[in-house]
C-alpha cells in the first residue's frame, strides 16, 4: 500500500511541478516558440495537438497507442526517483521544492 501510495503521491507531484513549470516556460515566452512549430508567431490548435502527441508519444514506451498502467507508474517512478533527494523512499515538501528549483536552473541553461 505504501509503495501504491507514494506513486500515487509521486503522480501528484509531477502535476504539480509540471503546471509550474509550464508556466515559468509560459512567461519566460519559450514554451511559446517551442508550440509554434512553424514559426508564424501564433500557436494554433494544430500546433498544440502535436506538442500533446509528442509527449504522448514519449509516454507510450512500446508505441502501441495506448499508455497503460505500467508505462504511466514508469513515469511516476521516474519523477519520484528524481524528487527523492535523499533516496530514503519518500519526497518530503522541501525535495519537491529542490526538484522544482533544480529543473528551473536546468531549462535557463
Ligand atoms: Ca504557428
Ligand atoms: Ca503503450
Ligand atoms: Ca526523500
Given amino acids: 500500500m505504501q509503495a501504491k501510495f507514494s ?3 509521486a503522480a501528484a507531484a509531477l502535476a504539480v511541478v509540471l ?3 509550464a508556466t515559468a516556460q ?3 515566452g519559450r514554451m511559446f516558440k517551442k508550440l509554434d512549430t512553424d514559426g508564424n508567431g501564433t ?3 494544430e500546433e498544440v495537438r502535436a506538442s500533446q502527441d509528442r509527449r504522448f508519444a514519449r509516454q507510450d514506451t512500446n508505441g502501441d497507442g495506448t499508455i497503460s498502467r ?3 507508474r514508469a513515469k511516476a517512478d521516474h519523477y ?4 527523492d533527494l535523499d533516496g530514503n523512499g519518500e519526497v518530503t515538501p ?3 521544492a529542490q ?3 533544480n529543473w528551473k536552473k536546468k531549462k535557463a541553461e
Fill in 7 to 9: 506513486i500515487l503521491t
Fill in 80 to 83: 519520484f526517483t528524481k524528487f
Fill in 99 to 101: 526538484a522544482r528549483e
Fill in 94 to 96: 522541501d525535495e519537491l
Fill in 70 to 72: 505500467e508505462e504511466y
Fill in 26 to 28: 509560459a512567461s519566460s
Fill in 43 to 45: 500557436v494554433s490548435l
Fill in 19 to 21: 503546471a509550474g513549470a
